[in-house]
C-alpha cells in the first residue's frame, strides 16, 4: 500500500485546510486510516481515525470539534477537514493505514505511512 498525502500550506489562525491521503497499490479499503501529525521537536502525535465503513471516528481531544475525517472507499482516498485552526496546529501530517481491528492511536501500530505534508498555521 501506497499512501501520498496532500494539501497542506499555509492558513491563518481561524481558518481551513483541507488533507487528502490517496492510496494506491493492495486496496486500503478495510484498513484503519489515519493522520498524525508531528511538530518540530515533539513525538508524532494521533490527530484521527476512521475505520473502513466509515461508520466509526476517533479523534484527539486537542482537535475534537474543529477538525473532521472521512473516507471515500471507492476512491481509496481518506479526508481530514481542519477548521477554527490554531497555531498549535502546525506541524507536517502523516497519514497511515493500519490493519488492525480496533481504532490505534499509537503510530507502532500502523503498517503504511505517507511522506507528509506541512501544515502551518499563522497567528
Known amino acids: 500500500v501506497q499512501l501520498q498525502a496532500s494539501g497542506g500550506g499555509l492558513a491563518q489562525a481561524g481558518g481551513s485546510l483541507r488533507l487528502s491521503c490517496t492510496g494506491s497499490g493492495r486496496a486500503e479499503s478495510r484498513y484503519y486510516m489515519a493522520w498524525f501529525r508531528q511538530a518540530p521537536g515533539k513525538d508524532r502525535e494521533f490527530v484521527a481515525a476512521?475505520?473502513?465503513?466509515?461508520?466509526?471516528?476517533r479523534y484527539a481531544d486537542s482537535v475534537k470539534g474543529r477538525f473532521t475525517i472521512s473516507r471515500d472507499n471507492l476512491e481509496n482516498k481518506v479526508d481530514l477537514q481542519m477548521n477554527s485552526l490554531k497555531s498549535e496546529d502546525t506541524a507536517v501530517y502523516f497519514c497511515a493505514a493500519s490493519s488492525s481491528l480496533l481504532v490505534q492511536t499509537r503510530p507502532s501500530h500502523y503498517n503504511y505511512w505517507g511522506q507528509g505534508t506541512q501544515v502551518t498555521v499563522s497567528s
Open positions: 476512521i475505520n473502513w465503513s466509515g461508520g466509526h471516528t
